[in-house]
């Protein structure tokens, strides 16, 4: 009975976490006033994602988390400088290309983090991505080993992703 | 902003530090979106500027009112964290659109889509 008045109050207790930090983040207080309007935001926020209707979101190994965004902090890093040096002293031997990365991922919550940790990574772009054959086409500015790019794909990010949404 | 005369220098350094930095990505990153040859590589360029660019910037206004406001100001953490997950959507609408028309235009620089076996009955 009380699970599922939780289940009322908070169909989906992450989202409504977020936006509650949020609020008080903006608000930057703890005083009653602002908490309770921060409060009422959570509620109806939960429950406007509900009418979308979203697969339930399971995280299943929190720490794995922090490791995988330091993991992912030091990668753009590196990136930022090697793509800075790229529009600051073009190579003449350097080539862009695309290229295909068969993916097992399937949780579209996980999609969007790989999505977001590859578009921050200035040296690497989603371009396309079917669900169906789960292969996402890349764009990469400085295309050396296209293997060193798949493995960096498949065992830096995807691995973690899985294992922490699925 | 009144009061950043009160700085302490130890403060004031890297502060300046990281906006210059910042400041300079972002400027590299718009070069780049002017010198880069072809679509798909421009559109590398400005995520530089959207990612350490703006962190350096965002990093350095945190330090700033931290000191001067004498309690945590994080909430430029927000701002992060919700350019890094509106980024994809746009850069994901532009790249997607150029691959749609150079497909359309035969264009040997896209690549072709994945063939597809039909389904079988």
Redesign the interface.
Known sequence: MTQRAMRWILPHPILSTGLLLMWLLLEQTLRPGPLLVGLVVAFFGGHALGLLQPERMRIRRPGLILRLAGRVLVDVARSNLAVALVVLKPRPERHAGFIRVPLALRDPNALAALACIMTATPGTAWVEFDLEDGELLLHVLDLVDEGEWLRIVKERYEQPLLEIFQ | MNGAADLPLAVAIPVAILLVLGAA?SL??S??LL??K?F??R???P??G????LGCVLLASMVFFTVLQTRV???E??IGILV??T??VT??LV??AA?HRDRLEGNPEA?PP?P?TPPED
């Not at chain 2, 959207?50 to 660019?53: L, V």
């Open positions: 990505l590299i990153g070069i780049g010198r880069l072809s798909y590589e559109v590398h360029a995520t530089i959207t990612s350490y660019g100001v994080v909430h953490i927000l890094v997950i980024t994809p850069l994901m790249t997607r691959l690549p994945v597809r």
